[in-house]
C-alpha cells in the first residue's frame, strides 16, 4: 500500500507539472498546439526509449524490444494521442478553471460509468468521499469559471475521455514503462500525420520548444510510466478520484513557484478533496480487513 501510495503521489505531482507546462507554453503563445503535441510526444518517446533498456525485462524466448513494440495496445496509443490532441487544442478557448473542471470530470465520469457497468459495486463510504472530492474540487475552481466555446468543450470533454480509457487500459499493464513507451512509439505515425497537416501553420520559439520537451519527456513520459505502475493496485473508483487531487497540487504549485498567496479557498478546497481521497482508500481497506 505504501508503495501504491508512493506512486500514485508522484504521478499526481507530474500531472500537475504537466498542467502548468502546457498552459505555460499556450497561453503566451510560444508555441502553437499541433507543434507543442508533437514535441511533447516525441520527447515522450526518446525519454522512455533510454529507460526502456535499463529497467524493463524481456520474458524468455521473447525476441527482444524492436519486435515486441509492434504487438502491444495500438487502442492505448490512440487514446494517449487523442487525449494530447483534445488538451493543447482545448486549452486555446478555454480558461484554466474551465478547462480542468471539464477534463477531470470527464475523466471521473467515463471511469465511474465502466466500471459500473462492468458490475463493479461502490460502497456508500466510496460514494461520500467521492461526492466530497468532487464539492472541493468546484469549489477551487468555480471563481475562474466562464462561458465555455462550445468547441473547446468538446475537446476536452473528448480529450477526458480518451484519458480515462487510456488510464482503465493500463490497469493490465504487467511491464507499466515498457507498455507506457510501446504506446507512445505507436503514436509517431500519428504524429507524422499531424506534422504533415499543420506544417504551414507552424510556429515556434526556444521557450515553447523547451517547455513540450519537459512536458514530454518529464511530466508525459516518465509521469504516465509511474502512474502504469501505480494502476493496478488501485480500484477504477480511487483511480479516477485521486486524480481529483491534480488541480490542488497545481493551485499549491502556484504559492510556491509562482509566489501566489494562499487563501482560504485553497485551504478549503484542498482539505475537502483530499480528505475525499482518503474516504475512498479507507474505504477499501476496510472492507479487505474485513474480507
Not at 36 to 45: A, C, E, H, K, P
Not at 117 to 142: D, I, N
Not at 175 to 194: E, G, S
Not at 255 to 267: H, K, N, T
Request: glycine residues 10%; aromatic residues 10%; contains cysteine.
Amino acid at each position: 500500500m505504501l508503495r501504491i501510495i508512493l506512486l500514485t503521489g508522484m504521478a499526481m505531482l507530474a500531472f500537475a507539472g504537466n498542467s502548468v507546462l502546457s498552459r505555460l507554453a499556450l497561453a503566451s503563445g510560444s508555441i502553437d498546439a499541433a507543434s507543442f503535441s508533437s514535441i511533447r510526444l516525441l520527447s515522450g518517446v526518446l525519454m522512455l526509449a533510454i529507460l526502456l533498456p535499463l529497467v524493463a525485462r524481456v520474458k524468455a524466448g521473447e525476441k527482444g524490444h524492436l519486435q515486441q513494440m509492434f504487438r502491444g495496445s495500438y487502442n492505448a496509443a490512440a487514446y494517449l494521442f487523442i487525449y494530447v490532441i483534445g488538451f493543447s487544442y482545448a486549452y486555446l478557448t478555454l480558461d484554466t478553471g474551465v478547462g480542468a473542471l471539464i477534463l477531470f470530470g470527464s475523466v471521473q465520469l467515463t471511469m465511474i460509468l465502466i466500471s459500473l457497468f462492468s458490475g463493479a459495486r461502490f460502497r456508500p463510504f466510496e460514494w461520500f468521499g467521492l461526492l466530497m472530492a468532487v464539492v472541493g474540487f468546484v469549489y477551487l475552481v468555480w471563481p475562474s469559471l466562464t462561458e465555455p466555446s462550445l468547441l473547446g468543450f468538446v475537446l476536452m470533454t473528448v480529450a477526458g475521455i480518451a484519458w480515462g480509457l487510456y488510464t482503465l487500459k493500463g490497469r493490465g499493464a504487467d511491464q507499466p514503462v515498457r507498455d507506457t513507451a510501446y504506446n507512445f512509439i505507436k503514436t509517431l505515425p500519428m504524429v507524422a500525420v499531424l506534422t504533415l497537416l499543420t506544417l504551414a501553420d507552424a510556429r515556434f520559439n526556444l521557450q515553447g520548444v523547451l517547455l513540450a520537451v519537459a512536458s514530454g519527456s518529464l511530466a508525459s513520459g516518465l509521469g504516465y510510466a509511474i502512474w502504469y505502475m501505480a494502476l493496478p493496485g488501485l480500484q477504477n473508483v480511487q483511480a479516477a478520484v485521486v486524480q481529483l487531487t491534480v488541480p490542488v497540487i497545481a493551485a499549491a504549485g502556484g504559492v510556491v513557484f509562482a509566489g501566489e498567496l494562499i487563501d482560504q479557498r485553497l485551504m478549503v478546497a484542498s482539505l475537502l478533496v483530499l480528505g475525499g481521497v482518503l474516504c475512498v482508500f479507507l474505504s477499501k481497506h476496510q472492507a479487505a480487513k474485513t474480507a
